[in-house]
């Protein structure tokens, strides 16, 4: 089942409740790309200072 973080809240697919994904080209590209057992894909403003430690800390949770 379908579930997506926005911040640090989790959102599950539900009756009346869908989730919509809007994915670019280029996030078809790398989510095509994908090893086989990875299951996220996250994305991060371009402006966003957050290390790439705290970002890997942030999709783990």
Not at 15 to 20: C, S
Not at 26 to 48: H, L, P, S
Request: aromatic fraction near 10%; hydrophobic fraction near 40%; charge should be negative.
């Amino acid at each position: 089942m379908m579930r997506v973080k926005i911040a640090d809240t989790w959102y599950d697919v539900g009756v009346g409740r869908p989730i919509m994904v809007e994915l670019t080209p280029a996030d078809r590209r790398n989510i095509g790309n994908m090893a086989e057992d990875a299951t996220k894909y996250a994305i991060f403003d371009n402006a966003d200072e957050t290390t790439a430690a705290e970002k890997y800390d942030w999709m783990g949770r």
